[in-house]
């Protein structure tokens, strides 16, 4: 195997690209959504936390995007105030400042698995497969850091108790009742982590034949 090819692999024979087009064009199609879906992401909401007081027996919302946060977030904030928990915008400043770029870093390396035809595409693959997680587990920790560490000043100090809100589903604090939802943007990234999986596999049937033919052969 030439020197070349043991990071991108071997280059498919013209002949055979022709005789067998379909087996190499499925995983480079799969990769190619996968890397669309989850840059589509970044336009769509990821998560979503429906706040009910009663004073707001309607609800307060807050939508969070991968680079900022939307909805009723003063009247949230003030809200938090009493109880002594900091403003959300405190929140992942750093996470929502580069997570763009970062999001269109790991779509490139998704299109990068494209041109490698080598288990090295694997690598390139992986901070992909695991941004959904990553995303969680970053949202689990603000949520924590903000709900164990209530201002002792606060008017309602000796009402609320350290708490973690909700990453899905229902919770309960104080006289306030929440409502987590996760949103079509992590739905998305979500998919678009299932999809690689899927090219992986298709780019392994394609591409392994010619690996060990050309191991083979050195």
């Given at each position: 195997m030439k020197e070349n090819e043991l990071f991108l692999g071997p280059r498919v024979p013209k002949e055979l690209w022709e005789k067998e087009k379909k087996r190499f064009m499925i995983p480079t199609l799969i990769m190619l959504a996968a890397a669309i879906v989850l840059f589509i992401s970044i336009f769509l909401p990821y998560w979503k936390i429906t706040l009910f007081a009663p004073q707001y027996p309607g609800g307060l919302e807050a939508s969070m995007y991968v680079n900022?946060?939307?909805?009723?977030?003063?009247?949230?904030?003030?809200?938090?105030?009493?109880?002594?928990?900091?403003?959300?915008?405190?929140?992942?400043?750093?996470?929502?400042?580069?997570?763009?770029?970062?999001?269109?870093?790991?779509?490139?390396l998704i299109i990068g698995t494209v041109f490698v035809h080598s288990p090295f595409a694997l690598f390139l693959a992986i901070p992909a497969i695991g941004y959904p997680v990553f995303f969680l587990a970053d949202l689990y920790f603000w949520m924590k850091?903000?709900?164990?560490?209530?201002?002792?000043?606060?008017?309602?100090?000796?009402?609320?108790?350290?708490?973690?809100?909700?990453?899905?589903?229902?919770?309960?604090?104080?006289?306030?009742?929440?409502?987590?939802?996760?949103?079509?943007?992590?739905?998305?990234?979500?998919?678009?982590?299932?999809?690689?999986?899927?090219?992986?596999?298709?780019?392994?049937?394609?591409?392994?034949?010619?690996?060990?033919?050309?191991?083979?052969?050195?």
């Open positions: 900022r946060l939307t909805g009723d977030i003063s009247e949230i904030d003030s809200l938090n105030h009493y109880i002594g928990m900091k403003p959300l915008g405190e929140a992942a400043v750093l996470e929502r400042t580069l997570s763009v770029f970062i999001i269109i870093g790991l779509a490139l850091t903000f709900g164990t560490n209530l201002d002792q000043n606060a008017p309602l100090k000796n009402a609320v108790q350290p708490f973690v809100p909700p990453l899905l589903g229902e919770g309960k604090i104080a006289q306030f009742a929440t409502v987590a939802t996760w949103e079509v943007g992590l739905y998305m990234s979500m998919v678009a982590s299932v999809l690689i999986i899927i090219g992986l596999y298709f780019h392994r049937r394609a591409y392994k034949p010619l690996i060990v033919s050309s191991a083979g052969s050195a």
